[in-house]
């Protein structure tokens, strides 16, 4: 190891450990600072910052998040993750997209069972993703 190698391993997983004091100096690094005075300083620093910032970054949330988490995180779903109304908003769209399909001159009988079959997978899945995703992650709940 040289004394380049010890900067960037200050940052690996056993080496954060043996700054916080919870495990041993891993044997490289202690065999390159007990004959490194450069080194030890900087370890030693390293050892200093890890143990503060580690005890500094210990927030406690809010009072008032903990309790707004816990009433939405105990409510049960106002409704099921798919139901009738999902069936719903997929036939709807199915059959927009076959009126839509014979519209559209020369269209046979095929193009409209894809255009249902393609409507009401689009409008199935849009239902289930702005319940599912959206909404939670606007911090409403459907
Ligand atoms: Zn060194």
Same mark, same amino acid.
């Given at each position: 190891?040289?004394?380049?190698? *010890?900067?960037?391993?200050?940052?690996?997983?056993?080496?954060?450990?043996? *700054?916080?004091? $919870?495990?041993?100096?891993?044997?490289?690094?202690?065999?390159?600072?007990?004959?490194?005075?450069?080194?030890?300083?900087?370890?030693?620093?390293?050892?200093?910052?890890?143990?503060?910032? $580690?005890?500094?970054?210990?927030?406690?949330?809010?009072?008032?998040?903990?309790?707004?988490?816990?009433?939405?995180?105990?409510?049960?779903?106002?409704?099921? *993750?798919?139901?009738?109304?999902? *069936?719903?908003?997929?036939?709807?769209?199915?059959?927009?997209?076959?009126?839509?399909?014979?519209?559209?001159?020369?269209?046979?009988?095929?193009?409209?069972?894809?255009?249902?079959? $393609?409507?009401?997978?689009?409008?199935?899945?849009?239902?289930?993703?702005?319940?599912?995703?959206?909404?939670?992650?606007?911090?409403?709940?459907?």
């Amino acid at each position: 190891m040289i004394c380049d190698d *010890l900067e960037l391993r200050l940052y690996d997983e056993d080496c954060r450990r043996a *700054l916080l004091g $919870t495990a041993p100096m891993p044997e490289d690094v202690a065999d390159h600072v007990a004959g490194c005075s450069a080194c030890r300083k900087t370890w030693a620093e390293a050892a200093r910052d890890t143990v503060r910032l $580690t005890r500094d970054l210990q927030l406690a949330p809010p009072p008032s998040l903990v309790r707004r988490a816990a009433a939405v995180a105990l409510q049960p779903p106002a409704r099921p *993750l798919l139901g009738w109304y999902d *069936l719903g908003v997929a036939v709807t769209a199915g059959a927009v997209l076959v009126v839509v399909a014979t519209l559209v001159p020369g269209a046979d009988p095929l193009w409209q069972s894809a255009a249902f079959w $393609t409507g009401a997978a689009g409008g199935f899945a849009a239902s289930v993703i702005d319940r599912s995703l959206l909404l939670p992650s606007l911090g409403l709940r459907s």
